[in-house]
């Protein structure tokens, strides 16, 4: 599975942004596809995913405030984001893993990794 992630760009403190994750060569439906952040300086750190049954999991401090879906009839994957904040920023990446459903924040776990797409919130 090849994906592509795209969606990024500048918005202000309480903006709001749709990120995809677009899959080809493959069919998103027998993956999980995770979405993770990087800041500078900082690790990659898990922020949500969507399981191949339709579970959903986030990461504490997204959680009210972006939502994972997936369509399956356009293998994409969406992370809206809403309520953005300045700690938000990052390059946002998406990638697959087919490991249990308890180790899913472990970016470890997931490959290939798409290239990934910056998210800069302004205060």
């Known amino acids: 599975v090849q994906l592509q992630a795209s969606g990024g760009g500048l918005v202000q403190a309480g903006g709001s942004l749709t990120l995809s994750c677009a899959a080809s060569?493959?069919?998103?439906?027998?993956?999980?596809v995770g979405w993770f952040r990087q800041a500078p300086g900082n690790e990659r750190e898990f922020v949500s995913c969507?399981?191949?049954?339709?579970?959903?999991k986030y990461t504490e401090s997204v959680k009210g405030r972006f939502t994972i879906s997936r369509d399956a009839a356009k293998n994409t994957v969406f992370l809206q984001m809403n309520s953005l904040k300045p700690e938000d920023t990052a390059v946002y990446y998406c990638?697959?893993?087919?490991?249990?459903?308890?180790?899913?924040?472990?970016?470890?776990?997931?490959?290939?990794w798409g290239q990934g797409t910056l998210v800069t919130v302004s205060s």
């Open positions: 060569g493959g069919l998103f439906r027998s993956y999980t």
């Open positions: 990638a697959t893993t087919r490991v249990v459903w308890g180790r899913v924040t472990e970016d470890n776990q997931y490959a290939p």
């Open positions: 969507f399981s191949w049954d339709g579970k959903t």
